[in-house]
Each structure stands twice: as C-alpha cells, then as structure tokens.
C-alpha cells in the first residue's frame, strides 16, 4: 500500500489527529480532532503536506495516485452529505483553504462557495428558497476564484461593486438586490474573460482541482515567503488543503457567524470572550462594516447553543489542556465548530491562564512553565504607555531597551544631569552615545539616538540600566549646533516634549502618559515554579548598588559581571580617572627610560658613565612632579572604589559578585568635544592644546582591537593595583562586619595564558598584603572573560590557573565575525535582507560559528580543570535562544541586565525540561 | 650504578660526543669529539647540564654523587697530566669556563689560570723560569676570580691597573715588570678583601669548587636571562662547565694563540681565514691592544704548525662536514686545539660553502639546502649601503623593509610622485601612511614612519613592493605644516638628502652610496636544489605587472594574491574611484527606497496609491543623475582594471593568478586632509562641505571590523560585478590570443557559507553573459580568503562551494588575538618583554592559537572538498617558521612579496626534509 495523501473527517470522527499538525497543518489536524472529540464539524478532508512538498519538488505535478484519493473522498463526503458536486438537486458547496503547521494569518488563500455555476445555482435558490441569499454566494465565490485562481486583482470586482451601488444609490452591501447580483455576477463573469482570455469555469470538479492547485502554489508567493521569513518559519513541508463543505451564517436570523477564546486573552480570566454576528459570513467580521456583538449577547437570543459553546469549550480545554481560540458558524439554527486552536493571548494572561490551568488539574508545574513565552515577559517589567493616550509618532528607530518614557530634550549629558539634578524629566538626544555620556544616560528618563544598532553603547548601556531607550532610528537628524533634531520637515528643539517607546521603537510628540506595570502574584508563582525545575544560575549585570538591589529583587542570583570603569564617570571622580590617563603613560615612559639608562650604566665603560649618571639623574627629577600627581590620582580613586565596592557587597551578601577590572581604552574617558576639552584643561592646569595633544596620543584607528582590557593592566600595573586593592579591601572590610561575600575578580580580555598568570600572580600577592595588614583572609576567585577567539581556543592552558571563565560574547561575536557592533548598520540590514544571516549575531548568539567557539572553550577549559565554574555576561546572557544554547552545552549560569533576570530564569527552567522530560505544544 | 654527571676528555679520547650537545654543551661535545678525533685538545672533564638542571631545581645544591665523581676526574686528569692541584712542584692549572648547548658569546662567565697561590706560583716559576708570566698570570686569576666568582666589579682591579701605570708611566700591560705585578697582586687581593670582608681564597680544591659554583649561577644572570630572551633561546637544561688544563700562548716566542675559520666566512672561499698572535693570550686578542697578524703569516713563522693546522681543518671540515670556526694555542712550539665550532658566515659564503661541499663529496644536495638559513637570503636580494661609506645615522625606528635607499625628503605621496616623475630620488616621510599613499610610495626610494609596527600599513605595502622602509621611529617628530622633521634636537627640512637602511631600521644623515646586489650561481644552484626537495608551490602577492615580473624571475609559481585596490590610485583612476565611492551609497539608497514603496504600491489601498506613485516618479527623478555619473565612474574603471589584468596574466602566462576582489573600506580611497579634499571638491564640482560630509560618513570607529571585504559586494553589487567583467573580460582577450591562463577570483572577507554562495552565484552568472558575449570559455575558479575565525570554523560549509581557499593571516591573527596591527605598538613591547608573548604574531604566525584556527579549517574545508585547493597570503607566507607550519598542515602553497620568494622556496624544502629524512646540526 503507498503513502495516504488525504484524511477524511466529520461525522464524529477524523482520520487524521492534532498530533498529525506536521503533516495536516494546523487547521487540518485541529478539524480532525475535533471530529474525533464529537465535536460537530462540517464534513471535509485535507489533503497533506507532503502533497505540496511533491509539488514543488516535481515541477507541480501531483503523486500519480492522488487524483483517485481525491475523487474517493470527494465521494465519500458527497454520500456523507447526500449531496453531490454540482449535482442540480444536492448541489455540494465546499470551501477550500490552505493551513500549514505554523499560523500564517491572512498570509495564503482561501476559496468559499465552491461548487456553484448557473445550474447548482438555482438548485440552491430551490433548496434555500432564498434568492439573493444564493446570488450573493455565487458573486463571492466568482470574486474569490478570481482573485485566488485566476490571478485577477481583487480591486476590479470591487470597483464593480462600487459602481454598482452607485448607480443605484445604495451604502451597504447587504441593501443590493438580486438584481443587482445578477448584474454583478454577468461583470464579474466578464472581467475574468477580458482579463484571462478564458471562460469563467463552470464544471465544479475543475473548480475544486483548479483550487486546489492555487492554494498549493501561494506557498510559495512572495507574501508568503516574506512572513516566513519574518517570523522565521523554517523547516515546514509546505500547506495542506483542507476541502470542507460549507456551511452558512448568513441564511436569516437564526443563523450566525462569531469567533471566541475560551478564557479572557487580555486578562487570562476564566471566562468565553468573543464576538458574534447574526446573518453573516466569517468575512463580514473581519470586513467591520457591521459591529458584531459580545458573546455574552448570544446567551439571551440562542441560550441553547450558548450553553453548546460552552461545553465544547470544556471539552476542547480539557483535551487541549490550554485555552482555546475558536471560530463558529450557526446555520439555522444548528452550530458548527469551523476552528480551534491555542490562542493568543498577552504576557498577564499567558501567567494567569498558566496559574490557573495547574490550579484546575489541567497541566502540571513544569507545563505551566512551557507555556510562557520568556520574551513576552518584557512587557511587564518596564513602564508602558497609557493605551488610551493619543500618541503622534514621528520616527521609528530599533526596540533597544523596553519601556516609555517622556522628557525634554537635550543633547548632552551633562544637560541631562544638570536637568534631573532640578528634579526635571529628560531625554537624552545623541547621534551615538560614548562612555563619557553614561552618567547623563542614567539621569536620563530615556535615550534616543540617530545611529547604532540593538547592540550600539547606546543599546547596551541602556539595557544594563533599564533605561528605555530607541536607536538608530536613522530619519532623525540630530544638529547638535542648532540644538534640536528634524524629522523630515518637522523641527523639535531643545526642551521640547517627547516620548519614546523603547519596546517597539517610537518617537512621539509630546507628553504621551505612562502607567507603572505591577507584578501579579501569578508572576511570582510561576517564576518559583521555573527556579524548581533550572540548572542554570541566573546572575546580573550591575554596576551600581542600585541596579544589584533591583536584579536581586527580580530574583538574580549573584553579579556576572560588575563593570568597574562606569564608576569612573561620577562628577567627582571623572577628573582624578583623568589625571590618572593622562599621567600613566608618561609615568610609565620616564620609568622605563631611566630602567634602561641604569642598566646602561651597569655595563658602560667608565668614560661613558658620568653622561649616563648625569641623565639618569634629569629623568628622575622630570619624573618627579607627574608621578606626584600620579599618585595622588590614584589614591584619591582607591577609596571611592572601595565604597563602591563594599555597598554592592553589602546588597549582594550572601551571593558572588564577579568584578571585572579596567576594561575600556583610556581615550573613552576622555573629552571628544572642544567644549569639554577646554573645561578639562582649565581644571588640570593644562592648555587646551596639550590635552588635544594627549586625547590624539590615545586615539586608535581600531579601538576594539586596541589598548584595552587587560592590556592595561599589563602596561599600567598601577592601575589594576589600584582596582584590585580596592576590591580587596573592601571585602576586608565588609567581612569583618560579619556579612558573607564572594568576591570575584574577573581579567577581562585575555589572549595567553603567560598574560593570565601574570596578573593573577601579582592579585594574589597584593591581596595577600592586604589581608595581612587589614588581619583577616577573604576567599575570592581569580578568573577571566573569554571574549577573544584565542581565549577559547588556549582554554585549557587558560583554565590551569583561571579559577572561573566568563564568556564575553558580545566581543567574541564581534571577533569571530570581524563585526564592529558600532558599524554594523552599513551592512547588517542587507545581510538579513538578502538571508545571508538568519538575525543579528549581536542579538542572538550565533551558535554554529560563535558557538563552537564557546563549546571548545568549554571543553578544552575543563579538560585541565574539571570544575571550573563557567558562565556568560555577554548581551546574549538575556537572550532565551542563547540561554537554552548555554544550558545545552553545560554552563554554570548566565548573567543578564537586570530586567531581564525574570526572562533568564524562566528560559533556563524551560531549557532544563524541554531538554530532559516533557516538550510544549505552544 | 647512578646517572654519570661528568665526562673525562684528553689524551686522544673524550667520554662524550659531538652528539651529546644538550648534555655537555657545545663546547664540552666538541672538545669531547676532538679529542676523539685525535686532535691535540688539553685535557679536562665536563660536568654536565643536567647538574645545572639539579642546581636549580634544588635550591642551588648538588647531586650527593657530584663530589665524588669531580674527585675522580680530577685525579685523573692529575695523572694525566703528572701535575697536581695544588702541587708545589708540579701545579696543575686549569680554566672553569661555562658552555651550553646553544652558543652564548660572551654572556657567560670564565675564570683562567685556576690553582695558583703564593706556593704554586713559586712551582710555576721554577717550572718555567719565567717569573713575570707567572706573576701576570696570577694577577690575572685574581682579577677574573674576584670578578666571576666574588662578585667585585672588574673595574676596581682595572682602576688599580691604570694608576700603576700612570705611577710607572708606561703604557702598555706588557710593560708592566715583575714588581709591579706582584704589586698589583697585593692590592688586588686588599681589594677582595675589603669588598667582601674576606681573604682570598687560596686553597686550589676551594678556588675550583667555587668556580664551578659561579658558572653554574651565571646561568641565570641578568644578561644571560635577556640574551636567551632576545635570541629566543628555551628548552635548554642549563649550562655545562668545562674544567681544562691551562696551555699558555704567553710563555714567550714559541708561543702564540689564535682564531681561525676553515674558509672564509665573508666570501666562502675555501682557504684558512684567521688570525693569531705571538705571546698573547685569548683575552689579548679580544682587547685589541695588539693588532693580530693574518693566519697566512703563520706559515712562514711557525710552518710545521700550519701544516698541522691544516691538517686538522680536513680532519675537522671532513668530521663535521661544514665550515669550522676554530681556537688554538701554541705553547713553547706545541699546538693545542681548544675549540672548535660550526662557523658563522654571511648569506654569500653560505652558498657557496655549502655548493662546493657538495661538490667535494662532503654532502648532498639535500644537506645543502638544509645548510642555508632562509632570513638569511634576505641580504642578497635587496641594494645594500657601500660597507666602505660613512654613516651618521640620527634615528633608528623597526626595519620594516629590507634593502638601502637614499633621497631628498619629501612629506606627501603627491610630491613624491611629482619629483619622482622629474627622476629625483624621494623619500617619503610621514607620521603614517594610508592607501592614499601607495603612488607615491611605489615613487619613492624609501618611506620612514614615525608610528606603526612590522606590519602597518607602511611596512606590508613597502615589502610588497621591495621599497626600503623604516617605520615606528617614535623620536622622529614630524611636523607637516613646516615642512620637517626634527630627531632631539636635529632638524631635516623638506628638500634634504637621508638615506634609510631598511635591513636595520637606521636613518641617516645625507646621502649614503649603495652598492646593488650580485645574485651568485651558487645561489641559482641552491635554489634549484631546493625545488627539487619541496612539496609546497610558492606563489607571490603582486598587484603590478612589474611585481609579478620581478616575482617570476625570483622563481614565484604564480600569483596567490593580486590587490585590485592598489590599482585604483593611479593618476587618472583616483577621480572615477571616488566618484564610484561617493554616489554608491546614495544610489543605492534611492533604489531600495523605490523598490520599498513599489512593494508598498502593491499591497496598498485604491485611495493610498496615487501618493505612492508619485512619490516612486519623484525618487526615480532624483536617481536619474547620480545614477548616470555613478555608472559613468563604474564604465570609465572597467576597461582600465581590465587592461591590467590582461598585463598581468601575459606577464603571468601558464600560472595561476589570484585575484582579490575590493577589500578595504571605502574611506580609505576618500582624501582625509583638507588640502586633498579641496582638491577633490573643486574636481567633482562639489561643495568642500560635502566632500567632508561624504568622508564623515564613511567613517567608522573600527574600519578593521567594518563595512569591507566582500561586504561591499554584497551591499554594492555593482562595484563587485564591473571588477568580475574585468577579470573575465581579460581573461577572454588574452586567452584569443592564445595565451594560456589560469584565473581565479577570490573572495575577501567571506564569514558565511550563505554570503559566499550569493556572490559566487553572481560571479558565475555574469561570467557566463561575458563568455558568451565573447564567444569563448576560459577556466576560472572562485574561492575565498579565510581571515576570519568564523570562516575558518565554517570551513566545512564554506567549501562546498569554494574552489579554493587562501589564509589570510594578517587578518586571522587581527581577530584571533584582538589586536590591531596598527594599534599594537601600544602594548606589544610590552607584551614581548614580559615574556607574555614570544615574538610579534604578525611577524611570526601565532601557531598554538591562530594556527589551531588553520587547522581546523584546513580539515574542515577538505571534509566536504577533498581536493580543495589551500595557501596562504598574509606577510606570513614568506616567513620561514610560518612556512613551515604551512607545510606540515598540508598547505598546497604559500604567497609572499616577490623579494620573499626565494626564501620561501628554501624554506619548503627545507620543511619537507626536515619532515621527512634528515635533520640538520646548524
């Protein structure tokens, strides 16, 4: 016996069922296990998939066995029925519609009233006894298979329409007569000869065949492949027909057309939420020239079939074992179930239905784990706008950090902090943003800029504070002379109301007003539920006390990564990083200078060595002075880090905290702008030409590929010194206050392990000073971010003495590509456009290149050491793909931006089940 | 019975061999094996390096064994010799001297004339009558004991020397009498005293056991440290000490001492080269207090002994078949051979030594080749200064490529290439140099960089086209808008005459005459040797047809990497290529502007359409005339790119040409001064402002990791496709005229298997309309250069569709390590000092790290393509480790400038005889 090409359904059972989706589609296996569930499904049978995939894979020709399944089941159903295709008694109408695995709503096409010509016409008017009602079908069914079969824009039979009610001074649709059908009809008809060359085609068997055959070639229209696309539908075999015979609302007023969900998809309450028409087609919803009515309506005028509607509704929520979106057609007076399927529902219902389904017996815990999309989550933890605001959007730029906010504008951080200091809302406007903006970021309500992508400074930053924020959102022309910005022709100056959107990515006029999300106490519910079943340990980003209070509160775990350098920028303390830049090198070059001239002299023959002695001496003395300063930078800084440090101990006691050192290059702490430049100079005693002269000295052609991370901790020891012993002291400090901490000091940007152990060595020795003097020990780690492709490569000579790996993907991803996060928007766009890359690597870990790094990096660091503690602080540390993929492959946790600590967590628990025990319909 | 730590040799036989170096040292394996050979050695014992390995392993203690083992050698060799340590009539002498396995000249420590006291001198007196070398030799111990073993600086005992001198006022050491001698004797040992608060020691046993103890320190002396460092010597177990008898070249006119080489180390010619001197000992020699005389007068003064010289050279040149570097004595008409080594030789006596051992039956032909140091060669391939000119040399910077240039300063590549065109020698100064500069650095003589390392810019594209280049010469200071540059206080003004030594970094004052280089048949000979050993096929990077030339006559197989970018700053070509640049992307803009809103058009409502219309006719308006120029620009390349294709495959005829299509990033064509950008404004009619506006917007903050390689042709698809019709249409041209040609263009860049299939689609479609067109096929490949980690670990995906593939290193290494190259120089020093990094990867390929990226995408690549085609073309194929690596990988060729070829073609032989059959003892 060969392949089964069609399954039949109706009568109380189906041939197919919902697991079958792959093969039958969506629709298809749902119409077939509602059949099976007794449920009164109209008649009808699908024809799979695997159909489709054949017709494509053999230049549209059909398995040579198909044609007599099809008349089998066509027969079957016409006996089903008593009624037959184009039988001028029994005329058999059917619709046929196409349906594959995945939902691709209004994306492909659809054919109703299929059966009729003159003569099944007018056996329908007998049958009926409803003239206009039978013309009308045949009006529509020509104006579909038109459309869908023939090709022909919809818009000419339209036109038709209009003019027609024109000519006869009428509004609605419903007012035509049969007259008018009937003229209507003879246009159509004529339409498609003009347009096609071809008679309309009457036989209804070619009818169906010539359906069929549409509906299998728009899975491949460009509106299909686009929304594949779009939603990144992948690996399907194609769509499957569904052939079902037709049944209408439209007959008089005991019948009807409506569509609900079985619990509240707003609210998630336990409730039938929907909508009905009284004599209507499905379309005439959809159309919204009549304003359909609430369910609960349907109670009063057919409280029989309410109460029908309702036990489907528990039979299908019970078999489903989730709430239901279903559409259904009354036709005198007898209910039909057209549609099932899980519905959708927003991020509050999804908790609450979930909550609830395990509070009825329904699903169990880990179920109700499946069924929340992580993602969605974002949309309650941030502020959104007020939906019965009016907003007025002017430019959209990319989602980069969710949120609203509204403010003034201003276009420099240090505006933005003298504005919040006066207690004023503002949006910071940039063209890009750059670390010496930071502090105005965070008295910022929001952040826009003109260029960047979802992984600009900008983007991330903001991430990491919470901040809403909208990047790149290239239309807005930001003048920063004139201080305003345009939007095509619209002008918004400084000071001036906007509002930003940072969840979907607008910009609108004015004060648009916002509402406080409050956390149910189905969230709280569930996020227990998930910790239960992760492996996974879910720790943050953070930077400031603050941002590790509100992580800690959203349930992280510990800090992954606490970057040092976003300290530096305080108002306070910004100056001494800056005498500390500047003075290092040339500290450092003197030094090294009279190191070589004292071993010069060791080996120089007498006469030479008064010369030698004489300028040893000038370098010392010249030496003298900046190394003062120096010095005093330094020591001026070491105790505001180490307050720094013992308030995040404070907050994260009991938990690690991983501390990362100096990572950016120096040139980032210094002013770009000649404004600020010549404000530095006045406060450093220099002249504005000198500190030009000292930010070009740092400036580098590839500053990501540049003197950075732990490079600086290699030339300028000082520095880390000053880091590392105000961590060590801090934690000194801290403990003998009888709190618990795990300090964490993580190298950033380690290429070798010489480098490595390099630095670690001279930590341990510092710290165990330190200890000595302060009389107490404090266990911490000593480890590293892996974030250069050589780091992941040497892991295993790496991990000998780094006691934890943190993966820095976000520099990994930008490596192994050879992407600048911050240029990438010349070409990404194209790359996503053209399919070369499926998403922005930056957003979502690109597992088969990017990846294989970090599985040989795993590997190979545990090779030499079998326990080392490895995880992620990169962005993808909030990325539910890229958590899974850090499950997968045996990390220890992941650390994220604080608001996205929920999402982390709930996708490390799905990634546990999924990858162990039970798998989600959702 | 235990591990023997000491080796006995005189007396015609030694216990050790020459093979034993790793365990004896150097020096002690050949005194051992000439001993064995018969040769006159005096005797002695060897302790091995395994007792320095124990010293320093066990807290600088002995084996317990030692001390026996050393009384046993020792009583041997007193038997041997009929003298005693310590005898006071027949005192036995010995030198303490250290000896590795690899040769440290002059780092390490040696004490003479061991054993004497005041009663062994009196023996020594009596026993050779002569009472003022006695004394000498004493005075001399003392000095050298106190020195090596007591830690006294040396000058405090030359001090006294001095004012003995003055006080006698005589001249010289030898003038010094017996009195004063025994003086100096006296204060020598006050000195000693006094300095560490102890006697003397004059127990002969105490004197040789502190001695062995002060060798076996030395080892890890400061200078012995940064000398094993700086010549990149490791794995060495330390260092052997030599305990000898003394033979003295001073005991009168029978006496002498002298060094000699068994041919001539300079030319090759094999004839005795050397010198020697009467009464003197070795360290009289090296002073220089007395001029030698040549080895050839030997033989009318002492002819029995030139005989026996002679003979021993046979002996020597026939045992260890190579030149010999040799040390003798001759006490009271006796000869002693003391040393004998593989000598050092330029690149010249190189060859021709190792071609006329071949011919002398001594070795084959694979030996030979084995013989040549391959960076070696580099000497004889570029002009070199006149060895006999004057130099003032007044900065150093790196030696970034080799060879000698002289010429008048200029400070732009416009001037140079305008007073090149009048035949004046220029060269090219700058802080840096762009790709802007490439015409007037192929002008020039030499180009001098203030910035930059081994392979910035300046250096790769200088090597590539054999120019001389000093770059990174941080004291140069120069100044553009004056015109000069000053080094300290020394100012060279536009117009002045320097010269540059590009072999050694030097920059001199004025102009230095240069002698051009004689390529020997020995060369041609060793080089055709060496092709019959390799496997690799050694191709070149040439972008001219006058580098290709050059290459093919230096034995190149064909081309691995032509850069179709450097041909696009000719003279007439620099306005067509910015024009191209310029209207690119606003082009482009425009039409996915329109294909957006036709898109639009379709799907839109009746009412919406007619804004849409005009809005596409107004977009298509305005792209009408950037369009028509940009297309203009893109006609106006082709026939010029293909005119030099066509040059280059006749040039080329028979071998294989890769072509690379457009790399860089845009800006970098664009003038990035104002002056330039004036220029070109007033060229392209536009406004000074909207050149700067253009330029600005092609910036990007990591050009490295930015809008380049092949991700212009994916964005600009129509710059990619004129350089494809030119490649082609060449190829097409020459092969009608019967030229045989193997193109194959490359693609830079590539990051995914998707990105890679889209522009080889491309290439191949377009090729095929060209064929066509021109009613001929020609063979062409494509394949793509693997430089970035994701490339190399996609390898698999990437070369199921790829014909070859080409490594680019530079960039490999760029983001394996994240280092800039032109950024490095920041920390790279550093990171070379601190041992963090062993050499420069740009110079030498990274193997541990990038070469597991190779690796892995050298297997991977061959999974899914077994025959597929694999080089290399970063600056690393032409250096001889990297090659090696290549090699042994399974690399089908290496690509290097042309200057390099020769020394890779050696390289590879080298590596498959290394890999394969024999070892080398040089």
Same mark, same amino acid.
């Given at each position: ?575 001494? !990083? /800056?005498?500390? *830049?500047?003075? +290092?090198?040339? &500290? =450092?070059?003197?030094?090294?200078? @009279? ?128 880091? !590392? /012993?105000?961590? *060590?002291?801090? +934690?000194?400090? &801290? =403990?003998?206050?009888?709190?618990? @901490? ?181």
């Amino acid at each position: 016996m060969g392949k089964k090409y069609i399954y039949f359904f109706g009568n109380g059972k189906g041939e197919g069922s919902a697991e079958m989706r792959a093969l039958l589609g969506g629709k298809g296996a749902n119409l077939a296990e509602m059949s099976n569930l007794g449920l009164p499904v109209p008649s009808g049978f699908t024809i799979s998939t695997e159909v489709c995939k054949f017709y494509y894979e053999n230049n549209q020709k059909y398995p040579h066995r198909l044609s007599a399944e099809l008349d089998k089941n066509l027969a079957r159903l016409e006996k089903t029925l008593g009624a037959g295709l184009g039988d001028t008694t029994h005329p058999l109408l059917v619709s046929v519609r196409s349906g594959a695995a995945a939902s691709m709503p209004g994306m492909m096409d659809t054919v109703l009233n299929l059966g009729l010509n003159e003569e099944t016409l007018l056996a329908l008017i007998n049958k009926t006894g409803n003239e206009r009602f039978a013309w009308d079908a045949y009006r529509r069914f020509i104006c579909m298979f038109g459309d869908v079969v023939m090709g022909i824009h919809r818009d000419k039979f339209e036109h038709e329409v209009e003019r027609a009610k024109k000519k006869a001074r009428i509004k609605n649709d419903t007012d035509l007569t049969v007259k008018h059908l009937q003229d209507l009809v003879k246009k159509f008809k004529d339409i498609c000869k003009k347009d096609t060359g071809e008679d309309f085609v009457d036989d209804p068997r070619a009818q169906l065949q010539k359906a069929i055959n549409a509906v299998f070639s728009s899975w491949n229209n460009p509106r299909a492949i686009k929304y594949r696309e779009l939603y990144n539908i992948q690996g399907l075999l194609g769509t499957a027909v569904n052939v079902q015979v037709m049944v209408f609302g439209n007959m008089g007023n005991h019948s009807a057309t409506g569509v609900c969900f079985t619990r509240n998809p707003s609210t998630g309450e336990n409730a039938l939420y929907g909508e009905f028409l009284i004599n209507a087609q499905g379309e005439d919803v959809v159309a919204g020239i009549r304003t359909p009515e609430p369910i609960r309506n349907l109670r009063k005028g057919m409280p029989h079939l309410y109460e029908e509607i309702l036990r489907y509704k528990d039979i299908l929520e019970r078999h489903y074992r989730d709430m239901q979106d279903i559409e259904f057609t009354i036709q005198e007076d007898k209910l039909y179930m057209l549609q099932t399927r899980n519905g959708k529902r927003t991020a509050e219902a999804s908790l609450r239905i979930a909550t609830d389904l395990v509070k009825e017996g329904l699903i169990d815990k880990k179920m109700a784990v499946m069924r929340i999309d992580p993602q969605q989550l974002d949309q309650l933890l941030h502020p959104i706008f007020d939906p019965k605001a009016k907003k007025v959007v002017i430019a959209t730029g990319l989602p980069a950090s969710p949120g609203a906010a509204t403010g003034k504008v201003v276009f420099s951080a240090e505006e933005a902090e003298e504005l919040a200091a006066r207690k004023e809302k503002v949006i910071l406007v940039r063209k890009e943003t750059s670390p010496e903006d930071v502090a105005g970021m965070h008295a910022a309500q929001g952040i826009l800029t003109s260029r960047g992508g979802m992984t600009s400074h900008a983007a991330v930053v903001a991430r990491g504070m919470g901040r809403c924020c909208v990047v790149g959102a290239g239309d807005v022309d930001v003048d920063y002379k004139a201080q305003r910005f345009s939007v095509n022709s619209k002008v918004i100056k400084r000071g001036d109301y906007i509002s930003l959107d940072g969840t979907v990515g607008e910009v609108m006029r004015g004060q648009v007003s916002t509402i406080e999300p409050k956390l149910s106490s189905d969230f709280a519910t569930l996020m227990n539920w998930a910790d239960e079943f992760r492996k996974l340990e879910i720790r943050t980003n953070a930077d400031t006390p603050q941002d590790a209070a509100k992580a800690r509160m959203f349930g992280a775990q510990g800090i992954g990564l606490c970057r040092t350098e976003h300290m530096f920028f305080g108002e306070h303390r910004i100056d001494f !990083v /800056r005498q500390m *830049i500047l003075l +290092a090198p040339e &500290v =450092k070059g003197l030094k090294v200078r @009279i190191e070589a001239l004292e071993d010069e002299l060791r080996k120089a023959p007498k006469e030479k060595r008064p010369e030698l002695k004489g300028e040893i001496a000038k370098l010392k003395k010249s030496l003298e002075c900046p190394n003062t300063l120096y010095e005093k930078a330094l020591h001026k800084l070491l105790p505001m880090q180490r307050s720094d440090f013992e308030k995040i101990f404070r907050t994260m006691k009991g938990l690690p905290v991983t501390i990362r050192l100096l990572d950016p290059p120096l040139h980032e702490f210094l002013p770009h702008e000649e404004q600020s430049q010549r404000g530095m100079a006045k406060k450093m005693g220099m002249t504005l030409k000198d500190v030009k002269l000292a930010v070009a000295r740092l400036q580098e052609l590839n500053p990501m590929l540049g003197h950075r991370g732990c490079r600086l901790g290699i030339t300028y020891q000082d520095i880390y010194d000053m880091q !590392v /012993r105000a961590v *060590i002291e801090a +934690a000194c400090n &801290v =403990k003998k206050k009888g709190i618990e @901490i795990h300090p964490e000091i993580m190298i950033p940007l380690v290429c070798t392990a010489a480098e490595f152990g390099l630095l670690k060595d001279s930590i341990n020795k510092l710290a165990r000073t330190i200890m000595k003097k302060k009389g107490t020990r404090v266990k911490y780690a000593v480890g590293t971010m892996i974030e250069l492709p050589r780091a992941a490569l040497m892991a295993d000579k790496i991990a000998e003495q780094a006691e934890f790996f943190s993966f820095g993907t976000n520099d990994l991803t930008q490596m192994t590509f050879g992407f600048s996060r911050d240029d990438v928007a010349n070409f990404l766009p194209d790359y996503i456009e053209k399919g070369i890359l499926e998403k922005d690597p930056f957003q979502s870990l690109d597992q088969n290149g990017v990846g294989q790094l970090i599985e040989i990096g795993v590997k190979k660091g545990r090779t030499t050491r079998p326990d080392l503690k490895i995880g992620i602080c990169g962005e993808h540390g909030g990325d539910p793909e890229s958590i899974e993929f850090c499950h997968r492959i045996g990390m220890n946790y992941v650390s994220c931006s604080p608001y996205r600590v929920p999402i982390a967590r709930l996708t490390a628990a799905r990634a546990n089940i999924h990858g162990g025990e039970i798998s989600s319909t959702v």
